[in-house]
């Protein structure tokens, strides 16, 4: 099995039953999770984002100061006006979308709420390995005006893996021991990352 099937055969929902792993050390590196709606977005340095397999998402966007991406159903997510007929497509599932959007400060300009987390040494090479593997290299640059690119993604949304899932399990790639398996909607996910803030800010 080639790495690159590795890692999204790791992403499958099936795999999400996983236990969590031991909490791993904590290191300078920071990613941030804000939540709009029912979507929530991993928000990530430009720095970070520029210097890894996420570069070419950057590419016309020099001034941004951080990256937001996320994960959905394609039928939803291209909808102009999203409706009755794609929440009940979003019940079947089908087709997935990976979205980047250049962002002007450290979360995107809608966000409700944000949890700030440390990652474990590695853990933003990790994030960036995992949606990196979903889309076909090099990815198309986001626009430098914050508008949302949407990407196909090699994963299938399903009612048991969606966009906050989907958050969840690039945390646990990189090594922060998060629920995953159990996590569907965006109150479910925040609760989970305020959980493992305050277990950060325990742990000093």
């Known amino acids: 099995m080639t790495p690159r099937r ?56 020099p001034a941004a100061h951080a990256f937001a991406f996320g994960f959905g159903l394609e039928a939803w997510m291209r909808a102009e006006r999203p409706g009755v007929i794609e929440a009940l497509a979003a019940i079947g599932g089908g087709p997935a979308l990976v979205s980047a959007r250049a962002l002007a400060g450290p979360i995107p300009p809608g966000a ?60 646990a790639e990189a090594g922060l021991p998060v629920p995953v398996a159990t996590i569907r909607l965006r109150g479910e996910t925040m609760v989970a990352l305020r959980t493992e803030a305050a277990r950060q800010a325990a742990a000093g």
């Open 112 to 171: 409700e709420e944000s949890v700030t987390l440390r990652l474990p040494s590695g853990g933003i090479a990790a994030i960036a390995a995992f949606i990196a593997g979903q889309v076909e290299a090099p990815p198309p640059p986001a626009p430098p005006s914050g508008a949302w690119l949407l990407v196909p993604s090699r994963l299938r949304y399903t009612p048991g893996f969606t966009c906050n899932t989907w958050v969840m399990h690039a945390l």
């Open 6 to 61: 590795a890692l999204l055969a790791a992403a499958l929902p099936t795999a999400c039953a996983t236990p969590r792993a031991p909490a791993r050390p904590l290191s300078g590196e920071m990613v941030i999770v804000s939540a709009e709606s029912w979507h929530t977005d991993l928000c990530l340095a430009a720095r970070a984002v520029r210097d890894g397999p996420l570069a070419p998402f950057a590419a016309e966007a």
